[in-house]
C-alpha cells in the first residue's frame, strides 16, 4: 500500500480541525485553478475557432493556392492561360489537393438602378455606382462554401451549353445600392474602345459577413469574362453587299485581344488578307481560320500564340445563268436577314443565300488561372511547395496567405494573446497552489514531527504534501474542463454570445474543441504546477520531530 497517498487523501478530504483553517484556502486555490483552466481552454477555443472562420472565409473567396499567368496586378485583370495544361493531372494525385478548378477575374463598375425624384416638374434619376471584381467561374466551381451562406435566390447555374446572365451578389452591395432579387443591373467594362456596358440578373444574394471581400466580389459565368477580355479568338465571314472585278467579296473579320491576326482561308497558308475575291457559279462551302501571332518585330517567322477558330460561310446560288451574278454588277447589292445566320443577296439573275457556321471560337479555352482546394489548411505550405515544382516556373503560385498578408499577419498576433493568457493564469494557478500547500504544511506541523518520529524520511513526508497537492490540481483541472466543455457545447448549440458582424466578422463567438490543444494545455499546467510545489515542500527538512511535536 502507498502509505503517503493513502494520507494524502485522507488529509484532502479534510476534517473537523482542517475546518477551521486551511479548509477554506485549499477551496480557493481549487477554485483558482478551476477558473484559470476555463479560461485558458476558451481562449484557445474562440482564438482558434476565430482563426478558422476567417481563413475558411478568405479561402471560400480565393480558395487556399492560386495559379495564373503572372499573379494578380493591381488592376485585378487576369492575364489569360490555356485551359488544357499538361500538370493538371499530376497536381490531381497529390494527396492535399481536394479539388481543381478554373476562374477568371475582371474589375468592373456596378450602377444602381436609381432613385427618381421629381424637381422642378422634371423627373430626375439620381444613381449610384460602386467599384467592383467580377469573378467569373465555370459548372465545376466548388460552391460548398457560399451554400450557407445564400440570403435570397440561388446559386446561379452556369452550365457548359450557353452563356448565362445571372450573378450573385452580396447583401453589402444589394444595400448600397438598393438591389433586389431579380433585379437587372448594369456593370461597365472598361476597354480599349470605351466603356463596354454589359447587363445582369441578380439570381442570388450572398452574406459572408467579411465586408472587405462581400463588397467587391460578384460572381459571374466565367464566358462573361471571356468575352469581355477579348480572349482567344472568334472569327467571321460575310458576303460583301459590293461586287469586285465581277466576282463576290468575302470579309473575314476576328474578335480577339491579339494585334496580329492572320487567315487561312480553304486550308491554305496563315496570310494577312482578310478579303477574297471568288467567282462561284453553283454552291460553294468557304472555309475561315484565324488565329493570332506574334508581333511581326518579335521574330523572323511569326509564332502561332492564340489557338485558332474555324467559321464556314455556306453559299448557295439559285440562278440558271452560267456565269457569276456579280459580272457587270457595278455599285451595292440590296439584301436582307432571314436570321441571325443567313443572309440572302439579290441580283438580276438570280439570289444568292449565305449560311454562316461556326463554334464558339476558341475563346473558351482560355481561363484566368486556376485555383486549387486542399484537404486542410495545414498542409498549404507543402502543397504549395510540390504545386511550384510542377510548374517549373512556367506559371506564377501564390497561396492564399502571401496573397492576403494583412489578415493572416493579424490571425498570427492572435496567438500572442493566447500565449500571455496561459503563463499569467498558470502563474496564478502557481502562487494559489504554492500558498495552499504552505498553509496546509504549517497547519500539519505536528503530524510531520509525529511522521518523522516513526521512522519516515523526508522524502516520504514530502511526497505525501506532492501527492496531496497533486489531487487538489487535479481536482481544479476536472472542473475547470467540465465547465469550459459545457460552455463550448452551450455556445456552439444556441449561440447566446453574439457578435456585431460588421466589426467581428462573425455573427457569434465561434468557439473550436480542438482535443490536442486540450489535452497538452492540463498535461503541462499539471507538470508546471507539480513542479513549482516542490519548492514549498522543501520545507519539511527543516521540520524537527521535537518542535514539531510541541508546535502549537
Known amino acids: 500500500m502507498n502509505t503517503e497517498y493513502f494520507i494524502a487523501k485522507r488529509i484532502a478530504k479534510g476534517g473537523k480541525k482542517s475546518d477551521r483553517f486551511s479548509r477554506p484556502i485549499i477551496l480557493f486555490a481549487t477554485i483558482g485553478i478551476a477558473l484559470g483552466m476555463i479560461v485558458m481552454i476558451l481562449s484557445i477555443s474562440i482564438v ?15 480558395s487556399h493556392i492560386q495559379i495564373t499567368n503572372g499573379g494578380y496586378s493591381l488592376s485585378f485583370e487576369s492575364s489569360p492561360m490555356h485551359r488544357d495544361q499538361p500538370f493538371l493531372e499530376q497536381l490531381s494525385t497529390i494527396p492535399q489537393v481536394k479539388h481543381i478548378q478554373s476562374y477568371a477575374i475582371k474589375p468592373g463598375i456596378i450602377r444602381s438602378n436609381g432613385d427618381t425624384i421629381v424637381k422642378d416638374g422634371k423627373e430626375i434619376v439620381y444613381r449610384d455606382i460602386l467599384g467592383t471584381i467580377v469573378k467569373g467561374v465555370g459548372p465545376g466551381y466548388d460552391w460548398d ?75 459571374s459565368d466565367i464566358r462573361q469574362v471571356q468575352e469581355l477580355n477579348f480572349w482567344g479568338i472568334e472569327s ?69 500564340i492564340i489557338e485558332p477558330d474555324t ?83 512556367m506559371y506564377s503560385v501564390s497561396t492564399i496567405d502571401e496573397l492576403h498578408q494583412d489578415i493572416f499577419g493579424w490571425l498570427g498576433m492572435l496567438d500572442a494573446n493566447v500565449y500571455i493568457i496561459i503563463i499569467l493564469m498558470i502563474i496564478v494557478a502557481v502562487i494559489n497552489m504554492t ?33 496531496n497537492g497533486g489531487i487538489l490540481i487535479l481536482k481544479g483541472l476536472l472542473i475547470g474542463n467540465g465547465i469550459a466543455f459545457l460552455l463550448i457545447f452551450l455556445q456552439n448549440q444556441f449561440g447566446f454570445i453574439q457578435l456585431n458582424q460588421a466589426t467581428y466578422f462573425v455573427k457569434e463567438v465561434p468557439m473550436y474543441f480542438t482535443p490536442g490543444y486540450v489535452i497538452a494545455l492540463n498535461v503541462f499546467t499539471l507538470i508546471v504546477c507539480i513542479l513549482v510545489l516542490m519548492l514549498p515542500a522543501l520545507f519539511v527538512l527543516r521540520i524537527t520531530p521535537v518542535k514539531a511535536i510541541r508546535f502549537d
Open 48 to 62: 482558434t475557432g476565430f482563426q478558422t472562420e476567417i481563413k475558411n472565409k478568405v479561402v471560400g473567396f480565393g
Open 145 to 219: 462554401f457560399f451554400k450557407d451562406k445564400i440570403e435570397e435566390g440561388r446559386i446561379p447555374n452556369f452550365n457548359e451549353n450557353q452563356k448565362n446572365d445571372s450573378i450573385l451578389v452580396s447583401r453589402h452591395v444589394a444595400d448600397k445600392l438598393k438591389f433586389k432579387l431579380h433585379d437587372r443591373v448594369s456593370t461597365y467594362f472598361i476597354k480599349d474602345t470605351g466603356p463596354k456596358e454589359r447587363k445582369f440578373y441578380i439570381s442570388g444574394i450572398y452574406n459572408t459577413g467579411l465586408e472587405d471581400f462581400d463588397k467587391r466580389f460578384i460572381f
Open 236 to 304: 467571321g465571314l460575310k458576303l460583301s453587299d459590293q461586287c469586285a472585278n465581277g466576282g463576290y467579296v468575302i470579309e473575314a473579320s476576328s474578335f480577339s485581344n491579339s494585334d496580329n491576326i492572320k487567315y487561312s482561308w480553304n486550308n491554305g497558308a496563315f496570310i494577312d488578307q482578310d478579303k477574297i475575291i471568288i467567282y462561284p457559279t453553283q454552291d460553294t462551302i468557304i472555309q475561315l481560320i484565324a488565329a493570332g501571332f506574334t508581333p511581326p518585330d518579335y521574330a523572323s517567322d511569326p509564332i502561332m
Open 311 to 393: 467559321s464556314y460561310l455556306e453559299i448557295k446560288i439559285n440562278s440558271k445563268s452560267d456565269s457569276c451574278l456579280c459580272a457587270g454588277v457595278i455599285g451595292a447589292t440590296d439584301y436582307n436577314g432571314i436570321n441571325d445566320s443567313t443572309l440572302k443577296y439579290e441580283f438580276k439573275n438570280g439570289s444568292v443565300t449565305t449560311i454562316f457556321s461556326s463554334p464558339e471560337g476558341s475563346r473558351g479555352n482560355y481561363i484566368g488561372g486556376f485555383e486549387i482546394i486542399l484537404k486542410d489548411f495545414e498542409s498549404i505550405a507543402k502543397a504549395s511547395s510540390i504545386v511550384r515544382g510542377e510548374m517549373l516556373g
Open 435 to 467: 500558498a495552499a500547500l504552505l498553509i496546509l504544511i504549517l497547519e500539519r506541523t505536528n503530524m510531520i514531527g509525529v511522521l518523522k518520529a516513526l521512522g519516515s524520511t523526508n522524502w516520504s513526508v514530502q511526497k505525501l504534501f506532492l501527492y
